[in-house]
Antibody
Framework: QVQLVQSGAEVKKPGASVKVSCKAS????????INWVRQATGQGLEWMGW????????GYAQKFQGRVTMTRNTSISTAYMELSSLRSEDTAVYYC????????????WGQGTTVTVSS | QSALTQPPSASGSPGQSVTISCTGT?????????VSWYQQHPGKAPKLMIY???KRPSGVPDRFSGSKSGNTASLTVSGLQAEDEADYYC????????????FGGGTKLTVL
């Protein structure tokens, strides 16, 4: 079945970087964009950006530009999201989500990766 | 881009209907027919319920429907069931050079 499986929980110190992976299976990885969405505890969803696995093209939310990098390895059908200069406010669950019907809706989601930023 | 505006809570009794609103601007909700709705149960990943304003993915009950008027989109849940109790989020394409998407703040739906 179509699924996205993310890497495990991370604990980082302020100022460090984190890289979360998202492995796709059950479909052609290069056929759909991968988006990243985060959710702080008790808060709403926040879109971070997208990546086209075929071309490698990316688009980032203005809030994260300069701090986020989205990449992929097509040979293993895996997308990556790296966030740098971490601060406590970056503590959240990070989801990868596959584009669905229009490209601006997310039909398939990973299980989420908890990133905790703490000194 | 600012988040879309949703009421923090909504409620209804089993069998009733409830409508959740999602207000944006002409730069997002009002400018494109790319409004989506997601259902999220505690501790779970979101699930796509409506895309392109009013279309339902396969497997989503027809009790869920979406619409849009101007800068406000709406999700209606008819024939409320206990399992509909969850958080609901709207999202919209917001244009720009980065093809941005913006989410609403979420609405907690309680089935009384």
């Amino acid at each position: 079945q179509v699924q996205l499986v993310q890497s495990g929980a991370e604990v980082k110190k302020p100022g460090a970087s984190v890289k979360v992976s998202c492995k796709a299976s059950g479909y052609t990885f290069t056929s759909y964009d991968i988006n990243w969405v985060r959710q702080a505890t008790g808060q709403g969803l926040e879109w971070m950006g997208w990546m086209n696995p075929n071309s490698g093209n990316t688009g980032y939310a203005q809030k994260f530009q300069g701090r986020v990098t989205m990449t992929r390895n097509t040979s293993i059908s895996t997308a990556y999201m790296e966030l740098s200069s971490l601060r406590s406010e970056d503590t959240a669950v990070y989801y990868c989500a596959r584009g669905g019907y229009s490209g601006y809706d997310f039909a398939v989601w990973g299980q989420g990766t908890t990133v905790t930023v703490s000194s | 881009q600012s988040a879309l505006t949703q009421p923090p809570s909504a409620s209804g009794s089993p069998g009733q209907s409830v409508t959740i609103s999602c207000t944006g601007t002409s730069s997002d909700v009002g400018g494109y027919n790319y409004v989506s709705w997601y259902q999220q149960h505690p501790g779970k990943a979101p699930k796509l319920m409506i895309y392109e304003v009013s279309k339902r993915p396969s497997g989503v009950p027809d009790r869920f429907s979406g619409s849009k008027s101007g800068n406000t989109a709406s999700l209606t849940v008819s024939g409320l069931q206990a399992e509909d109790e969850a958080d609901y989020y709207c999202s919209s394409y917001a244009g720009s050079n980065n093809f941005e998407v913006v989410f609403g703040g979420g609405t907690k739906l309680t089935v009384l």
